[in-house]
């Protein structure tokens, strides 16, 4: 990949999120401070200087800004207030647009106008959808469960495989990676070690396991909800092991979210002090969906549904929303390309080993 300069490459990033980096001079203080940053893997110094420079293609190759789990601790000490960790997050937010075949996260990340309208859309939707059934429970949620199902499916499908096979080429083919098979495969549980455990969070701050934790419970619960509701019919079901299970995994989602919102409200810490339209979006939807979820099984529970289908077209709206823009387009995708992300570094150091 050439290192061509883009003058307005610093312009664009702005426009996702990035703020005050080029005040940096250059001292090295966010590099020799991050717990993440190695010799042979080393950020977030060399992502400011290269955004700064603006040599966009040199990024889009990059997989650093992924190896980053924002703890803040160099925007903490970087002397010139450059906000390095917010710099490594708008990259991110810029390479979910760069990876994205259609376009749509792009227009997401950059315009809150079209957020807006595409949400409003989906609502839209979601009552006409209720209206050509008569707002009919029964018919409802038994088209809600199948939409659930298929929307998982063609997400995938449609913009994770296509997306990915992007990040691949833009990170590893183009940069002329020189992989095996057999580097692929040796280091496959990377991918999986990862997207579970997110175990970097961790190292990366040393001091607050708790963020951590809060991380990894919410990634266990989201994911067992999903299969719960999915899968088990968490709505349709009587068994008594199902709907316990849904609702601890919903009251889980609901607990941890509302304290990531808090927290962002607070600003307490570094990576709460830039959210962006994203965050909070990415935040509240997750806090919504475990609370209507859990909501819509009491309504059942205690047979008021009946009479209060409003509670379920709520939580109807808030998982269409969820499912085809926030999962695909925003924030959610970080998740999985954060994942793709260490299992690619994983390969290119394997090979690198090999060459040497
Ligand atoms: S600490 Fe700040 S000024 Fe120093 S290299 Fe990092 S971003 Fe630049
Ligand atoms: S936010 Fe934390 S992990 Fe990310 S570059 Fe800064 S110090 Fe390293």
Not at 39 to 65: A, C, H, Q, Y
Not at 223 to 237: E, K, P, R
Not at 315 to 324: G, K, P, S
């Amino acid at each position: 990949m050439t290192s061509k300069i883009n003058p307005a490459f610093q312009d664009k990033l702005k426009k996702y999120g990035a703020v005050n980096f080029n005040a940096c001079y250059n001292c090295g203080t966010c590099t020799a401070v991050c717990s993440l940053s190695t010799p042979e893997e080393s950020f977030p110094r060399e992502m400011v200087r290269l955004s700064s420079l603006g040599l966009e293609n040199d990024i889009k190759s990059s997989l650093k800004p992924w190896e980053c789990y924002y703890c803040g601790e160099c925007t903490e000490n970087c002397p010139q207030t450059a906000n390095p960790g917010e710099l490594m997050m708008s990259l991110r937010r810029w390479l979910t647009a760069v990876y994205d075949w259609t376009g749509l996260s792009g227009l997401l990340y950059r315009s809150l106008a079209f957020t807006i309208s595409a949400l409003s859309l989906v609502l839209i939707g979601v009552l006409v959808f209720g209206n050509a059934l008569s707002f009919q429970l029964t018919e409802m949620m038994h088209y809600g469960h199948l939409f659930e199902m298929y929307v998982v499916f063609a997400v995938l499908v449609i913009i994770f495989i296509p997306n990915i096979a992007r990040m691949w080429n833009f990170t590893i083919l183009k940069p002329k990676v020189k992989a095996n098979l057999r580097i692929y495969i040796k280091s496959l549980p990377d991918l999986f070690i990862h997207m579970f455990t997110q175990k970097r969070a961790k190292d990366c701050d040393k001091e607050d396991n708790f963020r951590w934790l809060e991380h990894f419970i919410l990634v266990l619960a989201y994911l067992s909800l999903l299969f719960t509701t999915v899968f088990l019919n968490w709505f349709g079901t009587n068994s008594f092991f199902v709907v316990v299970l849904g609702y601890v995994e919903s009251f889980f989602v609901f607990v941890i979210t509302t304290d990531f919102v808090s927290s962002r409200i607070k600003k307490a810490k570094a990576l709460n002090k830039f959210s962006q339209p994203s965050d909070w979006l990415f935040v509240i939807w997750l806090m919504l969906m475990g609370l209507t979820a859990f909501l819509v099984r009491v309504f059942i529970d205690t047979q008021i549904i009946d009479n209060n289908v409003w509670m379920y077209i709520v939580h109807l709206t808030v998982l269409a929303q969820w499912a085809v823009i926030i999962v695909p387009f925003g924030k959610w995708s970080h998740f999985l390309y954060r994942s793709f992300g260490m299992y690619f570094s994983r390969i290119k150091a394997e090979s690198e080993k090999r060459r040497n």
